[in-house]
Nanobody, 121 residues
C-alpha cells in the first residue's frame, strides 16, 4: 500500500485546511498522526475504510473531521479553528488488517510522507 499525503500549508490561527491522503490499495483503516518540532509523533484521527467508525484525539475533537471518498480511494482531514499548537508535520498511515481503530504508531503498517501545516498566531 502506498500513501500520498497532500494539502499542508501556512494558515492563520482560526483558519482551515484540508489534508488528503490517497491510498493505492484497500486497508482496514487510515489514520492521521502529527509531529511538532521537538515532540513525539502523536495520533490525531482515524477512520475505517468503510467510513463507519471514526476516532479523534481529545485535542482536535470538535475542530477536525476525518472522512473518506471510496470512489477516489482517498481519506481527508478537514481542520477548522486551527491553533498555533496544531503546527506540525502531518502523516497518514494505514492499518491493513485490523479489527478496531488504533491510536499507536506501531500498530500501523504503512506510512505516507508528511505534509507540513503551519499555523501562525
Amino acid at each position: 500500500v502506498q500513501l500520498q499525503a497532500s494539502g499542508g500549508g501556512l494558515v492563520q490561527a482560526g483558519g482551515s485546511l484540508r489534508l488528503s491522503c490517497a491510498a493505492s490499495g484497500r486497508t482496514f483503516s487510515l489514520g492521521w498522526f502529527r509531529q511538532a518540532p521537538g515532540k513525539e509523533r502523536e495520533f490525531v484521527a482515524a477512520v475505517t475504510w468503510r467510513g463507519i467508525s471514526t476516532h479523534y484525539a481529545d485535542s482536535v475533537k470538535g475542530r477536525f473531521t476525518i472522512s473518506r471518498d471510496s470512489a477516489k480511494n482517498t481519506v481527508y482531514l478537514q481542520m477548522n479553528s486551527l491553533k498555533p499548537e496544531d503546527t506540525a508535520v502531518y502523516y497518514c498511515a494505514a492499518d491493513i488488517s485490523g479489527t478496531y481503530l488504533k491510536t499507536e504508531l506501531h500498530e500501523y503498517d504503512y506510512w505516507g510522507q508528511g505534509t507540513l501545516v503551519t499555523v501562525s498566531s
